[in-house]
């Protein structure tokens, strides 16, 4: 936008193909003169993304034993500790379970004895073999019954040698095996629930990886070890990541190759949330020239070239170019060099 105080630029019959400026114009419109500079550019890849755990960065929660809840001392959405309680569940699976373990422990210990009796008297040769081995596979079977059951008891949450020794829990404890935030918990109390049925997840925002859907004819480009960066809609700023992962195949219904990125930044991120991405193929040296340099016309673009400064007044000459990649307010120049000093700022008014 020019203001007020700005003159008006005219081109004049002193350069009939490009633009006569007076220092009173050039400089009531804050005009600016440079040589072309040289710039890191980047050549990119855009695509959508996804932000998903990473592995070990989110857990499922379900229940070992079918039952009723008791209690829920949780709900979604809540950070949670790993070991904090979640609910309570009770109901006969759980009863049976203990009745089998004090059952399972009291044979397992009676066939010990006897093993370690027949043992003795086999040693002595006073039993045969054969009986000496029926025991043994016996006690075998014994214990293999009862190191289950009390594996089931510990899955539980609950104490083995306090049911051995006639302890019976009216419920066990659910409870989060990771820190993190819950997700898609509709536990009620009085619920029934059923061993292994999904009742929600456990999600920590700080392990998140972003997983990205790069179009077939770019596939090729990707590389492990590539920067990305990615936005997130509603937010301010770009978040950085680096190609980890590469899938071995496109998908068939997409077409697109699955491209996995670890990201650098550990503040908490919203999960399943869809990302905008930028995946940087290469970088290179380039010429370039601020984006207020160019003047659009019918056929493009072009830039004007300093010419000659005589009695006060600056000479440009106007000149075709092609541009390329735009970063941060500057544009790749392409095909042949630029020459000397040009327009790179206020050349607005004389489009």
């Not at 695509?47 to 998903?52: E, K, R, V």
């Not at 079977?141 to 899955?155: G, H, R, T």
């Not at 990125?261 to 940087?280: G, H, K, Q, W, Y």
Request: aromatic fraction near 6%; glycine fraction near 8%; charged fraction near 25%.
């Amino acid at each position: 936008m020019i203001s007020c105080q700005q003159q008006p630029v005219q081109d004049t019959k002193d350069a009939p193909d490009g633009v006569g400026i007076t220092e009173e114009q050039f400089e009531a419109n804050h005009m600016q003169l440079a040589s072309v500079s040289m710039l890191v550019m980047d050549s990119t890849v855009r695509c959508s993304g996804q932000l998903i755990p990473v592995k070990g960065g989110a857990v499922s929660i379900s229940v070992p034993l079918s039952g009723v809840v008791r209690a829920v001392y949780a709900q979604d959405g809540q950070w949670v500790q790993e070991g904090q309680l979640l609910a309570e569940i009770g109901g006969n699976e759980l009863i049976e379970l203990q009745r089998e373990m004090a059952v399972a422990a009291a044979e397992f210990e009676r066939r010990h004895s006897e093993y370690r009796r027949l043992k003795v008297l086999y040693e002595q040769n006073a039993i045969s073999e054969k009986e000496y081995q029926t025991n043994f596979s016996e006690f075998r079977m014994a214990q293999a019954n009862y190191e289950s059951l009390k594996l089931k008891i510990k899955m539980a949450g609950l104490s083995p040698a306090k049911i051995e020794a006639g302890e019976f829990f009216t419920a066990y404890p659910l409870k989060a095996q990771m820190s993190g935030q819950i997700t898609d918990f509709t536990v009620r109390a009085g619920a029934a629930v059923e061993s292994a049925t999904l009742l929600g997840g456990i999600v920590d925002a700080r392990k998140l990886q972003l997983k990205m859907e790069v179009h077939e004819s770019d596939a090729g480009l990707v590389r492990r070890g590539q920067n990305v960066y990615f936005s997130v809609a509603s937010e301010a700023g770009k978040l950085k990541a680096s190609v980890s992962r590469i899938a071995t195949g496109l998908s068939e219904s997409s077409r697109t190759l699955q491209v996995f990125a670890d990201i650098e930044s550990t503040r908490p991120l919203l999960v399943n949330r869809m990302v905008e991405c930028e995946l940087i193929i290469s970088s290179d040296s380039v010429p370039a020239v601020p984006d207020e340099a160019l003047i659009k016309g019918d056929a493009g673009y072009q830039v004007l070239i300093l010419d000659k400064k005589t009695n006060g007044t600056y000479y440009f000459k106007k000149s075709d170019v092609l541009i390329g990649r735009q970063m941060n307010g500057f544009v790749e120049i392409k095909g042949a060099p630029i020459e000397g000093d040009l327009l790179v700022k206020g050349a607005y008014p004389l489009q």
